[in-house]
């Protein structure tokens, strides 16, 4: 797997090239279904929707506040673990759109794409100032490490979001 391999600043490249790849073709396929399709969880697991956010999030909190040391680097569209929606609840439809959820995430996946289009080998080592939220406070994350979680989330949960579709597409 690309995502967990990538050691080398064209590993990063082709990983995430990948990924946009991959994602774009299954954003496409769950456009085909209806809007309220892509609110509904399946398993009780986050929905298509907040499956989205939750990659904003992760991207926020790995790529933007430690890597590109953003003042504000998270997006108020974006779903963490602390902030989601315990399995069953009602409250799974609600929250923004798609559309919405898409825009913020295609400008973050931007941001990552001409980060690691001019990203070298030497930027990879560098030691991150800044701690992931929620992380090991006393732990050292180099840039190489905070990208790899970036990728293998994107990886990881683009396997969940094609087996909920695929479910949601049968049902």
């Given amino acids: 797997m690309l995502a967990r391999e990538a050691r080398t600043a064209d590993d990063f490249?082709?990983?995430w090239s990948a990924i946009e790849k991959?994602?774009?073709?299954?954003?496409?396929?769950?456009?085909?279904l209806p809007e309220e399709r892509l609110h509904q969880r399946v398993d009780d697991e986050w929905s298509f929707v907040e499956t989205l956010r939750h990659l904003l999030h992760a991207s926020d909190k790995?790529?933007?506040?430690?890597?590109?040391?953003e003042d504000d680097p998270y997006h108020p569209f974006g779903l963490g673990p602390e902030n989601a929606d315990p399995p069953g609840s009602a409250s799974a439809d609600s929250g923004p759109s798609l559309d919405e959820v898409l825009e913020a995430r295609s400008a973050r996946m931007a941001t990552m794409r001409e980060l690691v289009a001019g990203i070298t080998d030497?930027?990879?080592?560098?030691?991150?100032?800044?701690?992931p939220v929620g992380n090991d406070a006393d732990a050292d994350y180099d840039v190489r490490h905070c990208l790899r979680v970036v990728l293998v989330e994107e990886a990881e949960h683009h396997r969940y979001a094609v087996r909920d579709?695929?479910?949601?597409?049968?049902g």
């Fill in 165 to 170: 579709l695929a479910s949601l597409t049968a």
């Fill in 122 to 131: 030497a930027d990879l080592d560098r030691l991150c100032t800044r701690k």
């Fill in 62 to 69: 790995w790529l933007g506040s430690p890597v590109l040391e």
């Fill in 13 to 15: 490249r082709a990983a």
């Fill in 22 to 32: 991959t994602w774009a073709a299954t954003v496409e396929e769950a456009t085909a």
